[in-house]
């Protein structure tokens, strides 16, 4: 005879990923000729649920290395940006979001995609890709059989079988 048990557990019950591209300004004191590089660092996130969506929080530091005095001289700006991401979160089953944690993944780092400059001001745009998981209680039925297998018996009586041996066995 068989029943079914079910079992409460900790499993992924949603899902969701989003590619974003922003763009962004930063201000210069000085007038820059030529953009010589980009770069992306310090990204720091963490994820939060609202309603049916998962919400990101994050910043990132941009450093922006450029020429100015006609390619003469060189700066960098440093500037932290700080974002807040919406994704949407598919779920296969109705479960109450409410009680569940929430792990948050980049798939892909922040990159700077075009960088233009317009006076002193310097624009540029930036790519990203961002995973959530949602983690939450569960059940999961199983099926479950009475059927035990049964227990080999071993005899307590080998010393004596030990003992019989014949020791005039090869003649």
């Not at 591209?21 to 963490?46: A, E, M, Q, R």
Request: proline share 1%; with cysteine.
């Amino acid at each position: 005879m068989s029943k079914y048990r079910e079992i409460v557990t900790k499993a992924v019950i949603g899902k969701g990923k989003k590619y974003f591209k922003n763009k962004y300004s930063v201000n210069s004191d000085i007038t820059p000729s030529t953009i010589l590089g980009c770069w992306i660092v310090n990204h720091k996130f963490k994820g939060r649920l609202d309603n049916d969506d998962a919400v990101v929080d994050g910043s990132f530091d941009i450093n922006i290395w450029y020429s100015s005095d006609n390619n003469t001289k060189t700066n960098v700006i440093k500037e932290t940006i700080n974002y807040n991401e919406v994704i949407n979160i598919k779920s296969k089953i109705d479960v109450d979001l409410d009680s569940s944690e929430i792990i948050v993944k980049v798939l892909k780092q922040p990159e700077c995609l075009n960088v233009n400059i317009n006076g002193n001001t310097i624009d540029f745009e930036i790519e990203k890709e961002l995973g959530i998981e949602v983690v939450g209680d569960t059940k999961v039925k199983i099926l479950t059989e009475d059927d035990e297998d049964e227990w080999q018996v071993f005899d307590d009586k080998i010393e004596e079988e030990i003992d019989k041996i014949d020791e005039n066995f090869i003649n």
